[in-house]
């Protein structure tokens, strides 16, 4: 399972864009994962509540998580977590 | 600019700016820090022999943080744990920093943070973590306190010179508030403070208080959503002091750091009218404690039809004091004279939503 970031995020990812992930079977742990090795990167995706920023978007193969079962969104083998900031601001 | 004497930070809806000086009349801007990012928030700590700039950073889409640089702005550091989170229990998410506060010089590493939602911060290691103060955070009053335009937040914080105990902070809306015991507890402070949008028009809190800031004898002086008061007893009673000012609403509440009875506000004609009477922005000072105000627009320009925000101002530390101040149109001005004539440092910037100054040496 691959979670892919966006570009502007890989300076609080190590310069990552990409990770593999075994052993995680939601979106929540997958962020979870990552997130312990990249605190500053964790807190841009989620506030302190655990809940997704609000225009932060997250697809599982395409499917925006927030219309199927949200942080608890089932993942698996060969699967592709993607994290898109969505649009905002004026 | 090598070895400036003065530094202006410029927070705006899209970056950040610094503007350096010699003598304050000449100033070099930087290029933007932060593109695209909101800068509600800065502190410059010139405490413990050295310049910190502490700075509230909020993206619209991946929240807010703080970091901190030690070089003027040549690298920016932003520690691992956030510098202010609320805890899991708490059920609550920081969502921007409006006030960035070094104490004074006797407590160093002090520094006080203002947050939406309304809540109070404190760190006593330079502004790299902060603790969330319990006693307002579970105030009794809490449930009443509203969001004005901009968001519910305590926007100001002022800790007594003298006293370490006490502490007076505002929020919009709520009024202003009162710690003796260094922020175990917190009393209403805003009787005489009117509130025309409530049905009690001088109510003990809910007031829409703007801005508060006390002199060196510790005085308070508070713009208010309509209404310009002081208080010579500690926020125990607020008396009007609009009288001989053009238009008693506005933003700005500023104070001088060594002269008691000098503050500086910024008039804008009413809340339904939110621009400079006549379309002409001046800056009025009281040197008697607001007995009487002076107004000074040299080298402001004729028409401006943009507001200067609450924490869009800013006072420094020289002799004499200088005074600064941005407009929601970009527009940043200096005065090296305490307020009487300003030069524009820059223009035709994002929102100017905050500027701190100090002078360096």
């Known amino acids: 399972m691959t979670l892919v970031l966006p570009t502007v995020l890989a300076e609080v990812a190590g310069g990552r864009t990409e990770f593999a992930l075994t052993g995680v079977s939601s979106v929540r742990a997958a962020l979870d994962n990552v997130g312990e090795s990249y605190p500053i990167l964790a807190r841009r995706l989620r506030d302190e509540r655990g809940q997704l920023r609000r225009y932060v978007n997250v697809y599982v193969d395409g499917d925006d998580v927030r219309r199927r079962e949200g942080l608890d969104t089932a993942v698996g083998e060969g699967q592709e977590i993607l994290v898109i900031q969505s649009v905002a601001g004026g | 600019m090598d070895n400036p004497r003065y530094l202006l930070a410029i927070g705006t809806k899209k970056g950040l700016w610094l503007a350096t000086s010699r003598d304050r009349r000449e100033w070099e801007l930087s290029d933007p820090q932060f593109l695209m990012q909101e800068i509600p928030s800065i502190g410059i700590d010139t405490r413990e022999g050295r310049t910190r700039l502490l700075v509230g950073v909020r993206s619209e889409h991946f929240g807010p943080t703080v970091v901190h640089s030690d070089d003027l702005g040549q690298t920016w550091t932003e520690p691992e744990r956030a510098s202010i989170a609320f805890a899991e229990g708490d059920d609550a998410a920081v969502e921007r920093i409006w006030q960035i506060l070094p104490d004074t010089e006797d407590r160093p590493g002090v520094v006080w943070a203002g947050v939406q939602p309304i809540s109070v911060w404190k760190s006593t290691d330079g502004g790299e973590s902060f603790e969330l103060n319990r006693a307002l955070w579970e105030h009794p009053d809490k449930g009443d306190w509203g969001a004005g335009y901009g968001g519910a937040a305590a926007h100001s914080i002022v800790p007594d010179r003298k006293d370490a105990e006490l502490v007076h902070i505002a929020m919009s809306t709520g ?58 007893d500690q926020g125990e009673r607020w008396v009007s002091i609009a009288e001989g000012l053009p238009a008693d609403f506005g933003f700005v509440m500023l104070t001088h750091p060594r002269r008691a009875g000098t503050a500086w506000v910024i008039p804008l004609v009413s809340d339904y009218e939110r621009i400079a009477p006549d379309g002409h922005l001046a800056v009025h000072r009281t040197d008697d404690a607001g007995e009487t105000w002076k107004k000074f627009d040299g080298g402001l320009p004729e028409r401006d039809f943009n507001v200067v925000l609450r924490d869009a101002a800013a006072v420094d530390g020289g002799d004499p004091v200088g005074v600064y101040f941005g407009t929601r149109g970009g527009s940043v001005y200096a005065s090296g004279d305490e307020g009487e004539s300003f030069v524009e440092v820059a223009s035709r910037l994002p929102d100017v939503l905050c500027v701190r100054a100090a002078e360096l040496w």
């Open chain 2, 175 to 232: 009024g202003v508030y009162r710690s003796r015991d260094g922020g175990e507890s917190w009393e209403r402070a805003s009787k005489g403070i009117s509130a025309y949008f409530l049905p009690d028009p001088e109510p003990e809190m809910g007031q829409c208080v703007h801005k508060i800031a006390a002199d060196v004898d510790g005085r308070l002086y508070a713009q208010n959503h309509r209404g310009v008061f002081r208080s010579d």
